[in-house]
């Protein structure tokens, strides 16, 4: 289903003005679980792909009466690659788990509504300085920005926003910086009021990115160098921490096992999401209470969200109390 975003959104690596995400629904015993897959081509997936898994996956689900969370382990070790498809699938039965135990998700999770301090930030995507002036006055509600960086005019980027809000910053340069710049810009950014950096370097150049880290102060967060589980130790010594994501790890049990992992090499979580509707937004804000950095805005850039869910109310964020995720569809 393709969802309109109200304008383009670009960043350093890619961009986009329609998610073709694939929304599903999973019935069992008259109850039904919603899920999502946001497929991103960057990591090899789109609409397509995802169908194919999906009807690769239906015979498994006909006729058999789920043992629903080992059903959710053994659909990711049953394909391969395709965490979107998987993602989707995960979302719809942890919709139903919590339907069937009458729990909303972090519950069933034995994890609790975010923390009251829990805010996520909103992004400013790359583009005209007006635009970025424009974007930053209508994110007012919200106390952090997440900047994207990664183009030729990061200062000027930064100097616009400054003008108009000294509030904390997050920024994002997806892979956009050599690593001379990297270091030369982390340590201007942080007297410009920044709390962290999200992947300055390309994916696969963690040597470099833990030469950068030796000689800024600023933490250094792993996005695109991070999809699951298998990629974290190799990260320990080149990122402060990892943003996780369901679209890239494959789902709701392995962001769970992704955040265990993280936490023994002492790596901060920050939880992220792609462009997707309130289904997979609210499922992965369920898992809140056991991130530190919260960057759950993806359905705020879309024109019709087709369904409600998650309640964002000056930045904080807040689950919805019924079981399962917890999402509406919108009439
Ligand atoms: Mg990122």
Not at 216 to 233: N, R
């Given at each position: ?119 996520t930030?909103v ?18 509600e919200f ?153 759950l805005d993806?359905h705020l ?9 998650l309640q964002i109310k000056r930045g904080r964020i807040k ?13």
């Amino acid at each position: 289903m393709p969802l309109k975003l109200k304008k383009v959104f670009r960043v350093a690596n890619s961009s986009k003005s329609i998610a073709d995400n694939v929304l599903i629904k999973l019935s069992h015993d008259e109850l039904t679980g919603y899920g999502e897959a946001a497929p991103s081509e960057f990591y090899g997936e789109n609409s397509q792909t995802v169908i194919a898994t999906l009807n690769s996956i239906k015979e498994y689900f006909s006729g058999i009466l789920p043992e629903l969370t080992s059903t959710t382990d053994s659909v990711g070790e049953k394909i391969a690659g395709n965490y979107a498809a998987k993602a989707a699938v995960s979302i719809a039965l942890y919709d139903l788990i919590g339907k069937r135990l009458n729990l909303p998700l972090h519950q069933v999770l034995g994890l609790t509504q975010p923390l009251s301090g829990s805010l996520t930030s909103v992004t400013i995507g790359i583009d005209s300085l007006p635009e970025i002036q424009k974007s930053v006055e209508a994110a007012e509600e919200f106390p952090i920005l997440k900047v994207k960086l990664g183009s030729e005019n990061d200062r000027e980027i930064i100097e616009c926003i400054r003008k108009i809000t000294d509030k904390p910053l997050r920024i994002d340069a997806n892979e956009g910086w050599c690593r001379d710049e990297a270091v030369e810009k982390i340590n201007w950014l942080r007297g410009e009021g920044v709390e962290l950096v999200e992947q300055p370097l390309p994916a696969d150049e963690i040597a470099d990115t833990a030469w950068v880290r030796e000689r800024v102060s600023l933490p250094i967060f792993a996005d695109e160098s991070v999809k699951t589980i298998h990629d974290i130790p190799k990260l320990a010594n080149a990122f402060d921490g990892i943003n996780i994501k369901l679209m890239k790890c494959g789902g709701i049990t392995a962001a769970l096992r992704m955040i265990k992992a993280a936490r023994s090499p002492g790596l901060s979580i920050m939880l992220g999401c792609f462009i997707e509707s309130s289904i997979a937004i609210t499922a992965a804000a369920h898992l809140s209470a056991a991130c530190d950095y919260l960057d759950l805005d993806g359905h705020l850039f879309l024109v019709d969200d087709p369904f409600t869910g998650l309640q964002i109310k000056r930045g904080r964020i807040k689950l919805p109390d019924s079981p399962g995720i917890g999402v509406i569809k919108r009439e």
